[in-house]
C-alpha cells in the first residue's frame, strides 16, 4: 500500500513540477514577441531570508541549512489603454543568491520613479516582465517534474508486477 502511495505522490508531483516548468518555458519563448510600454518603478528591494534547519531546495539549489540567501523584487506600474496595472519581477533570474554584493548590484539598476520597458502578454495585459525569455529555473523544474513522474513510472511497473505474481501475498496490501 505504501509502494502505491509513493507512486501515486510521484505521479502527481512530477506532473506539477512539469507543467509549471513547460508553462514557465512556453511563456519565456513567447515574450519575445510580446510589446512594449514604458513603465515606472514603483520599488526594488533585496529580500533576504534563510532556509529552515531541515534545509530545502530552491529551484534545486540544494542548500545548507542555515544558508543565508538573497533575492532582489522590482514592483513596478504600467499603462495600456488607459488602464493601470502594476507588475513584480525578480531580477536574479528567479534564482536565490547567497551574494548580498551580487543581488544589490542587479537592484542598483532599478530606482523607484525611474522609466522602465515593460513587457507584456497582448492577451492577458496583467502578465508583465521586465526581461524577455524564460528563466533558468523552467529547466530546473521541467527536469524535476520528469525525475519524480519517472520515479512514479518505476512504482506503477513494480505495483503492476506485484499485483500480477502469482507467488506475491496479497493479504498484507
Given amino acids: 500500500m505504501r509502494l502505491l502511495g509513493f507512486t501515486l505522490l510521484g505521479l502527481i508531483m512530477g506532473s506539477v513540477f512539469l507543467w509549471m516548468g513547460v508553462r514557465d518555458i512556453l511563456q519565456g519563448r513567447s515574450s519575445k514577441s510580446w510589446p512594449g510600454v514604458e513603465g515606472v518603478v514603483r520599488s526594488c528591494e533585496v529580500k533576504q531570508f534563510q532556509d529552515s534547519q531541515t534545509g530545502r531546495v530552491g529551484r534545486l539549489r540544494f542548500r545548507t541549512p542555515g544558508e543565508i ?28 543568491s547567497p551574494s548580498m554584493l551580487e543581488v544589490m548590484a542587479l537592484a542598483d539598476r532599478y530606482e523607484p520613479g525611474d522609466p522602465i520597458t515593460v513587457l507584456y502578454d497582448p492577451k492577458n495585459p496583467e502578465v508583465s516582465i521586465l526581461e524577455v525569455g524564460q528563466n533558468s529555473g523552467a529547466w530546473s523544474g521541467v527536469l524535476f517534474g520528469l525525475a519524480l513522474f519517472g520515479a512514479g513510472g518505476v512504482g506503477v511497473v513494480l505495483c503492476w508486477k506485484r499485483l500480477n505474481d502469482d507467488n506475491y501475498d496479497h493479504s498484507g496490501d
Avoid: M, W
Avoid at 514592483?75 to 493601470?84: A, C
Fill in 69 to 96: 540567501s538573497h533575492r532582489a523584487v522590482v514592483q513596478f506600474r504600467y499603462e495600456i489603454e488607459d488602464e493601470n496595472y502594476y507588475g513584480k519581477a525578480t531580477l536574479n533570474d528567479g534564482n536565490d
